[in-house]
């Protein structure tokens, strides 16, 4: 669609960013335009323009399904160079994402999180292995990585029987460091200015792209194999885009749409989970109150017990812990932007026209930082999310996991795994902040903590 001249938007400032580019932290960078101009902009790049907007009304509007659907922006388009029709990059009419949505959905009801916890207690367990060889020779963990290794290898058990064994390497498995490459590609390809030679980048994306669909291939024909030999379908992910067929037609889905959904769960399936686990530890390890908190309910529920075992129903106590997650998704929502287009012409707000189809994108950081989360939006506190005051604020004053029919389908998933986790951690180490760590939020489309270390002693429960 022809995007609408500036003109045509009445009171929506237009911010040319042309002449220093987007950098190194487009979401931080108009997170700070918001913070200037307001929480409706139009941000303009080389005559290129998009609508960013954080506003509660206007994310509200944006939310209804019956006059807003999902949009595959320019960042998501650049996604679909290696995950093309998977379920997180498909257009809405593409037929395979109603296909593979219905056939996988069953994977991610609420019963079926019962089915994965002892994997994820499997994975958290080499997590505490390696975190107890760092205590014991004082060494500094380094908390992204090995929440990307943890989840990494808990997607790839749980959802395709595939073991990484991440915990086993000295560096992260070679897919993460050529899915990061792949994800940067994406973001700083939006960045390029027009009439430069970008093929090397490229290439090298090429040779990165080619790469994970090598290792999806590895992991689909280990199961293939495991199936020939006598071994089950399975009823994981895997198993049901293998074998479950769609109730409509009785098809299942076709191979090269397999190989993209199982890209994309491994993507989405870790790399965000492992962003707000990081962030969350971030914020333990500067709130000590916060943490006692968390100490007090892991405390309650497994004593001073050395090797405690966390049970399913465990997991559902853990309401702080959960708090304190949800808190971090707000400071610091890991996959930060979302986008939706309009079905018909429209206006939203009463103010700003829409053509049918063109996109708008919403700034979750900055929508966590509205008015309507009080006069401190900054200060991170946990109580924003006790059950009255979630109860008490409007329902999409919070969108860590995107909205509507297109919303994160993995969310149970995640915070079972994530809180989990955090749980343990806290019910096992002391946390210390040895290097006085300063915040750099790092961008690869989704965002981590860059750099952030921790040293850990055992904690006795008299800690
Ligand atoms: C979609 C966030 C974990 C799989 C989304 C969207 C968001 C999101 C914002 C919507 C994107 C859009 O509207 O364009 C997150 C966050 C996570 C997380 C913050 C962790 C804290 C997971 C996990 C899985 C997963 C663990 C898989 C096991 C997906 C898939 C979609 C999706 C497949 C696309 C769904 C569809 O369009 O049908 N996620 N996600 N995510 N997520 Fe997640």
Redesign the pocket.
Known sequence: PTPLSADARPGVPVVDISATGPGRAPIQQVMDLMREHGPVLVRRLHGRDTLFVADLDLVTELADDRRFA?HIGPA?ENVRAFAAD???T?YNDEPN?AKA?DVLMPA?ALGSMRTYHPVMLQVARRLVGAWDRAARSGRPVDVPDDMTRM?LDT?GLA?FGYDFGSFTRDEPHPFVASMVRCLEWSMTRLARVPGQDHSAADAAFRGDADYLAQVVDEVIAARTAGAESGGTGGDDLLGLMLTARHPADGTTLDAANIRNQVI??LI???E??S??MSFALYYLAKHPTALQLVQREVDELWGDAADPEPTYEDVGRLTFTRQVLNEA?RLW???AA??RHALEDTVLGGRIPLRAGQGVTVL?PMLHREPVWGDNPELFDPARFTQEAEAARPVHAF?????G???????Q???H??TMLLAMLVHRYRLHDHADYRLTVKETLTLKPDGFTLTLTPRTPAD
């Open positions: 999902k998501l998977g379920l997180f498909a994402w949505h991610f989840t997607i959802g994309t769960f989405a399936g870790h965000t989970t962003g707000a998704l929502p890991t996959a979302f986008s979750a969108k860590p996991f995107g909205t029919e297109r919303a994160c389908i993995g969310r998933f995640a915070l795994e994530a």
